[in-house]
C-alpha cells in the first residue's frame, strides 16, 4: 500500500471532489460557498475485487483529507450494504477520525475513534461513515465481502441522523436538528 498516494496494487481508484457530496454538510449555505470558490478533492478509494462469488472478499485503501464545511468535518458519503448482513473491518493505517455507525432500523448510532493501528468492526445492517477530525489525512483500509455491494441511496435520501461538528476546538457529535449552523466556508 502506498498511504502517501492512497494507491493499491490492482485496484481501481475513485475520486470524490467536494461536488460529489451535495447534499452530504448539513450547512447547506457553507457548502454553496465552499463550492463557488473551489472543488477540492475530498477522498479517494482504490478499491481491490480480486474476485467474486461467495467466500471471496473485497478490500479498499481510503483517504479523507483534512478539512471541514462550515463546522462539519469532512466525510465520506456514507452507505448501507446493499446485502445487508455484510459486515466489515476498517483498520485506521494513518491520522485521525471516527466512523459514524447507525443501525439501519434503531435508534441508536455509535461514534467510534478511528486511527492508526485501530481496528473497527462496522456491523451488517448498519450505516456507516467516516470523518477526519484531525490536521492530516485519514487513511484506513476497509475488508468486507465481495457480494456487499454499497447502497447510498438511503442516506442520500434522509442522512445520517447526526453531525460531527467542531465546537470551542473540540469535535462533538449533536443531533442533527440541533445543529445550528454558524460560520460558513470551508476552512
Ligand atoms: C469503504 C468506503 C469508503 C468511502 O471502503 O467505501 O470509506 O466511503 P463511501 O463508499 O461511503 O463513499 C467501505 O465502507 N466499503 O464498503
Ligand atoms: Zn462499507
Given amino acids: 500500500m502506498d498511504l502517501e498516494r492512497g494507491t493499491l496494487e490492482n485496484a481501481t481508484v475513485t475520486r470524490r471532489y467536494l461536488s460529489d457530496l451535495r447534499g452530504a454538510f448539513a450547512d447547506e449555505r457553507a457548502y454553496a460557498q465552499a463550492l463557488a470558490r473551489d472543488n477540492p478533492l475530498i477522498y479517494t478509494v482504490a478499491s481491490v475485487e480480486p474476485a467474486t462469488g461467495e467466500g471471496q472478499l473485497h478490500y479498499a485503501l481510503a483517504v479523507l483529507m483534512p478539512g471541514k464545511v462550515g463546522a462539519e468535518y469532512f466525510l465520506t458519503k456514507g452507505h448501507l450494504h446493499a446485502w445487508r448482513p455484510a459486515a466489515e473491518v476498517y483498520v485506521g493505517l494513518r491520522g485521525q477520525g471516527f466512523?459514524?455507525?447507525?443501525?439501519?432500523?434503531?435508534?441508536?448510532?455509535?461514534?467510534?475513534?478511528?486511527?492508526?493501528?485501530?481496528?473497527?468492526?462496522?456491523?451488517?445492517?448498519?450505516?456507516?461513515?467516516?470523518?477526519?477530525?484531525?490536521?492530516?489525512?485519514?487513511?484506513?483500509?476497509?475488508?468486507?465481502?465481495?457480494?456487499?455491494?454499497?447502497?447510498?441511496?438511503?442516506?442520500?435520501?434522509?442522512?445520517?441522523?447526526?453531525?460531527?461538528?467542531?465546537?470551542?476546538?473540540?469535535?462533538?457529535?449533536?443531533?442533527?436538528?440541533?445543529?445550528?449552523?454558524?460560520?460558513?466556508?470551508?476552512s
Fill in 99 to 186: 466512523l459514524l455507525l447507525e443501525e439501519e432500523r434503531g435508534e441508536t448510532s455509535r461514534l467510534v475513534p478511528l486511527s492508526a493501528h485501530g481496528v473497527v468492526y462496522v456491523p451488517g445492517r448498519t450505516a456507516h461513515r467516516t470523518i477526519n477530525v484531525g490536521a492530516e489525512k485519514l487513511v484506513y483500509l476497509g475488508i468486507y465481502p465481495a457480494g456487499a455491494g454499497h447502497d447510498y441511496g438511503a442516506i442520500a435520501e434522509r442522512n445520517f441522523r447526526q453531525v460531527v461538528v467542531e465546537q470551542a476546538g473540540r469535535a462533538v457529535l449533536l443531533d442533527r436538528a440541533a445543529f445550528r449552523p454558524s460560520t460558513p466556508g470551508v
